[in-house]
């Protein structure tokens, strides 16, 4: 997937609930429409960003990937700003 | 009313309050399916309260999570979360649930948090002595979260294990404690419910590894199992020490399924008859042609012995346990008081299978590819292993209810 984003959180190394709540912060400053890529190590991330999204309000989550970076699993989450 | 209890409690501390019967409430923030799936339970399940904890962030709607926690549960879940209780905060790994528990102090609640989570839970390990002489000396290894049973049988220095879960440490440490040396493993049958630490034990310690050759074969794939093995047959003596066990073919639970027996003194029943329920017949995918088998064998133990005491493979509620902490009966009173047993005894034979037929609790999919991690069929990541025993066994018929007294 070639996912196009306006703004990278490098959250990896961070535990659970860093990730998520870096992102909804950084995703409230965004404008509608834009797109964040989350970067995270925690295989958590995956199932909490789906739940996350589900019940926010003003963001959806458009794809989630997972890559091999320097030999650590990489969990990449695409969330748009909305509304 | 003030309550003060320690801040963090660990997988230990959490099993001493449960076998203390302990009251307090449980604030989980994992994911519904997680918590759905796999619960804190004492005795029975602990009240508690599921709010994950992206709801909190969202619901209390503040930038950060403690603030968030504060916000939420004062709007949403005052009335929910009891005062006069401990609360303890949980989540998948001991990260998340320690802001919900500042949180929660702030609020004025007296609470503690899981350290390591749900995850640390599951992989918690407990020994509880059955007897120890210098003659024999057996070890009842378990896993609180999971229901399962093990034991380490000693004699003489030497010992022979059974059933090892799949972490080895409980194990060598004991043997490092104790000074044995572990000269057997044994699986009682190709298990289902979780990842066997069968042959990998076995490779550790130099010892032999031994199982019933039916069980070497995936039943629903119908391929060979893969690991190194010994085979099982019915009758053998295995020696340890100044003691033997002597193998029963018990098929019916799988087809391969051996119980030991010590003597008039010990009955290591695997998954055939447990504390408070039997075991199931269907775990192969072939429950029509196993349920019949299932009950011959279960009569063939029935027949040992009254005062033989019967240390099974499984739990399925920490109420089996007994005032010394452990999941063991004598036969005698089994017969009584499981009403599994009581069945059996009451039904014919046709009228037992019929009523096990129609009352098998749900199928986990896991448990195939369980069976194929255990015979060596499939080979997952430490992620996948945790993932696939995720939870309490459901081996018995208890997770059905059949077993709680519902023989109507």
Redesign the interface.
């Known amino acids: 997937m070639s996912q196009a984003f306006d703004k990278v959180l490098d959250a990896r190394g961070m535990n659970c609930p860093m990730p998520l709540v870096n992102a909804r912060k950084e995703a409230g400053k965004m404008e509608p429409g834009q797109v964040l890529k989350v970067m995270a190590t925690d295989r958590g991330s995956v199932a909490d960003f789906q739940g996350w999204a589900k019940i926010a309000k003003n963001v959806e989550l458009l794809g989630q990937e997972e890559e091999s970076v320097e030999g650590a699993n990489v969990y990449v989450h695409y969330v748009k700003r909305i509304g | 009313m003030t309550i003060s209890i320690e801040p963090v409690w660990t997988a230990e501390d959490l099993l001493s309050s449960l076998e203390r019967r302990d009251k307090f409430f449980v604030l989980d923030v994992r994911?519904?399916d997680?918590f759905e799936r796999f619960r804190l339970e004492g005795r029975e399940p602990l009240p508690a309260l599921n709010v994950?904890?992206?709801?909190m962030?969202?619901l209390g709607g503040q930038?950060?999570?403690v603030d968030s926690v504060v916000a939420c549960v004062e709007q949403h879940f005052e009335g929910q979360i009891p005062r006069d209780l401990p609360v303890l905060s949980v989540?998948?790994?001991g990260?998340?649930s320690e802001?919900v528990r500042q949180g929660l102090e702030r609020l004025g609640y007296s609470g503690a948090h899981l350290k390591g989570g749900m995850k640390s839970w599951g992989q918690h390990y407990s020994t509880g002595v059955v007897i120890e002489t210098p003659e024999l000396a057996i070890y009842q290894v378990w896993r609180p979260a999971r229901g399962c049973l093990s034991y380490v049988v000693a004699s003489d220095g030497k010992a022979l294990v059974i059933d090892p879960l799949r972490h080895l440490h409980p194990y060598l440490e004991l043997a490092g404690e104790k000074g044995f040396k572990i000269e057997c493993v044994i699986d009682t049958h190709g298990h289902a419910d979780h990842i066997s630490g069968g042959t990998a034990l076995a490779a550790e310690c130099g010892a032999p590894y031994y199982l019933h050759p039916y069980d070497a074969i995936h039943p629903m794939d119908a391929l060979p199992a893969t690991i190194p093995y010994n085979a099982i047959r019915d009758g053998q003596i295995f020696k340890v020490g100044r003691v033997e066990l002597e193998a029963i073919h018990i098929p019916g639970h799988t087809l391969g399924l051996v119980a030991l027996r010590l003597g008039d003194r010990y009955l290591f029943s695997g998954d055939s008859i447990c504390i408070g329920s039997i075991s199931r017949p269907d775990l192969g995918g072939k429950a029509d042609a196993w349920a019949p088998l299932h009950g011959r064998s279960l009569r063939k133990l029935a027949a040992l012995p009254g005062k033989i005491i019967v240390l099974p493979g499984h739990f399925s509620s920490l109420a089996e346990q007994n005032d010394s902490g452990l999941f063991a009966a004598p036969l005698d009173t089994l017969k009584q008081s499981n009403p599994g047993m009581q069945l059996l005894t009451q039904e014919s034979e046709e009228g037992f299978v019929r009523y096990l037929l129609e009352h098998l609790p749900p199928f986990l999919s896991e448990y195939v590819d369980i069976k194929r991690v255990n015979a060596g069929l499939l080979a997952p990541s430490e992620?996948e292993a945790s993932q696939l025993e995720l939870g309490k066994n459901v081996c018995g018929l208890a997770a059905a209810g059949i077993c709680k007294g519902e023989t109507e």
Request: contains cysteine; negative net charge; charged residues 45%.
């Open positions: 994911n519904r997680e994950p904890y992206f709801e962030l969202e930038d950060e999570m989540c998948a790994k990260d998340t802001y992620d």
